[in-house]
C-alpha cells in the first residue's frame, strides 16, 4: 500500500556532507511524523530525526547542530542533510513515516529498506 524510498546514501570522508532523501508514495492520505532512524553495526536502530506535517523538528543529541531534517509535503518527501558527518554516523539510514491510508483509518508506521552511509578515510 505504501512504500517509502530512500536514496543518498554513499561513501563520504570525516567531515564531508550527505543528503538523504525519503519518498513516500502509494495509497496515501496524509502523512503525520516523518523521520530517520539509523542502525549501525551491533547497536540497536536508533532515532536520528523526526519532522510533523507542521514542521515541528526533533534531534538525536548527536546530531544537533550537524544535521537538519525537511520535509516537502506536497512530494510526501523528507531530506536529511547531514554535515560535519564523523566516523561515528557510520550505519543504515532508515526512513520512517506515520501513514494515514483513508480518512477513518488509523495511522500506521512504515519502514523504508535503509541506504548504507559510511563516513572513513
Known amino acids: 500500500q505504501v512504500q517509502l524510498v530512500e536514496s543518498g546514501g554513499g561513501l563520504v570522508q570525516p567531515g564531508g556532507s550527505l543528503r538523504l532523501s525519503c519518498a513516500a508514495s502509494?495509497?496515501?492520505?496524509?502523512?503525520?511524523?516523518m523521520g530517520w532512524y539509523r542502525q549501525a553495526p551491533g547497536k540497536q536502530r536508533e532515532l536520528v530525526a523526526t519532522?510533523?506535517?507542521?514542521?515541528?523538528?526533533n534531534y538525536a543529541d548527536s546530531v544537533k547542530g550537524r544535521f537538519t531534517i525537511s520535509r516537502d509535503n506536497v512530494k510526501n518527501t523528507v531530506y536529511l542533510q547531514m554535515n560535519s558527518l564523523k566516523p561515528e554516523d557510520t550505519a543504515v539510514y532508515y526512513c520512517?513515516?506515520?501513514?494515514?491510508?483513508?480518512?477513518?483509518?488509523?495511522?500506521?508506521?512504515?519502514w523504508g529498506q535503509g541506504t548504507q552511509v559510511t563516513v572513513s578515510s
Open positions: 520512517n513515516a506515520d501513514v494515514r491510508v483513508r480518512l477513518w483509518a488509523s495511522p500506521a508506521e512504515y
Open positions: 519532522v510533523t506535517s507542521g514542521g515541528i523538528t
Open positions: 502509494g495509497t496515501i492520505f496524509s502523512i503525520r511524523a
